[in-house]
């Protein structure tokens, strides 16, 4: 992290999981954990959990993200949730692009375009998820992959709406699978991630731009990931479903 530059952010991915309930006790246990966090903290709750967040974030330091939100404002979609509907509820953030929308639901780099400019024109932050599969890792085109899905996705993207804007790189070999990038890889892209940005708005934007590692960050590795300077917090699964252990990795970006 380099916070002379930027303010790192650890945001919580709960993915498909906790009913009404259990969101609400899950806030409850985490938010004296991380009131004196030194870094942007959110949570990203299933549709159905969204309002209760909102309600029990109340007071807080930490902000609701929904995890995915479509690029028409309404129509005949059924299933989806519009950027509209999300910020109605008073929702801050959304996560488009995630390696699991992309492999399970046909995700492209062009609909994930059209949903960054929906979620922007509806004044959400956007955390956008960049990353490479293990093959691509092999075949050594990491590079050419996440800068061609951070290209495509900011296309129509100005540099002033890059304030809202929050790049997530998530080496898909490394989600869900208990296997991490080392810190020294999750550093090298991340930082030519931000060269990407620095070729299509300038330095001063790229500096700006918080750039997290979403791989399996986990209590136990968070402060070797978040040393690498262009390392700026995470985009965090499973841990984020453990008070203790999420509370660790936010107490890590803080130092």
């Not at 990491?142 to 890059?162: F, H, K, N, P, Y």
């Not at 790049?167 to 208990?178: D, H, K, L, N, R």
């Not at 965090?236 to 203790?244: H, Q």
Request: glycine residues 10%.
């Amino acid at each position: 992290m380099n916070k002379n530059l930027r303010k790192a952010v650890i945001a919580g991915n709960w993915k498909m999981n906790k009913n009404r309930a259990e969101a609400k006790a899950l806030v409850g246990e985490l938010a004296p954990l991380i009131k004196d966090a030194g870094c942007d903290v959110v949570i990203c709750t299933p549709f159905t959990d969204l309002d209760v967040a909102l309600e029990a974030t109340k007071g807080t330091n930490m902000g609701v993200g929904a995890q995915n939100c479509h690029w028409a404002k309404s129509g005949a979609f059924t299933g989806e949730i519009s950027a509209d509907m999300l910020t109605e509820l008073g929702v801050q953030y959304v996560i488009i692009g995630h390696s699991e929308r992309r492999q399970y639901f046909g995700e492209t780099d062009l609909t994930v375009n059209q949903r960054v400019r929906a979620a922007l024109d509806a004044g959400l932050t956007v955390i956008l998820c960049v990353g490479e599969l293990l093959e691509q890792r092999e075949q050594g085109i990491t590079r050419e992959i996440c800068g061609m899905q951070t290209r495509v996705a900011l296309g129509g993207v100005s540099q002033d709406e890059m304030k809202k804007i929050i790049v997530a790189y998530e080496p898909v070999w490394a989600i869900g699978t208990g296997k991490t990038a080392t810190a020294e890889q999750a550093g090298e892209v991340c930082g030519f991630i931000r060269s990407v940005l620095a070729d299509l708005y300038d330095q001063a934007t790229a500096d700006a731009t918080p750039i997290q590692y979403g791989g399996s960050m986990n209590a136990a590795n968070a402060a070797e990931l978040l040393s690498q300077p262009d390392v700026d917090g995470g985009l965090i699964g499973g841990a984020s479903l453990k008070p203790a252990d999420f509370a660790a990795i936010v107490a890590a970006a803080g130092k």
